[in-house]
């Protein structure tokens, strides 16, 4: 089992940068395949980012590709996302996930969660 803690969220204004961290704990992180998703208000969670367990390979949905960049430190046992140029569509809270399978866009896949940061952009 993985405890996860997300970190990093907050108010910024359009086009601006933040960058969410997501620290694990409990079973060897470099076992996992990470995801982050985002829910916004009275809408469905959907896919942002994912990584290999290696780091090797990632997957954005097309909404942020060439803006997010997720990325991992498996000795760390950190997970992160940065957002560039953010757009006020990006408000949401922001939750990191875990699977030890391989790699999957769908949220139901995913086997532990952590408790979500809110991200708010202003226009």
């Known amino acids: 089992q993985v405890q996860l803690v997300e970190s990093g969220g907050g108010l910024v204004q359009a086009g601006g940068s933040l960058r969410l961290s997501c620290a694990a704990s409990?079973?060897?992180?470099?076992?996992?395949?990470m995801g982050w998703f985002r829910q916004g208000p009275e809408k469905e969670r959907e896919f942002v980012a994912a990584i290999t367990w290696s780091g090797g390979k990632v997957y954005y949905a097309d909404s942020v590709k060439g803006r997010f960049t997720i990325s991992r430190d498996n000795a760390k046992n950190t997970v992160y996302l940065q957002m560039n140029s953010l757009k006020p569509e990006d408000t949401a809270v922001y939750y990191c996930?875990?699977?030890?399978?391989?790699?999957?866009?769908?949220?139901?896949?995913?086997?532990?969660w952590g408790q979500g940061t809110q991200v708010t952009v202003s226009s």
């Open positions: 409990g079973r060897p992180f470099s076992s996992y395949c």
């Open positions: 996930a875990a699977r030890t399978s391989i790699v999957t866009m769908d949220y139901r896949e995913y086997d532990y």
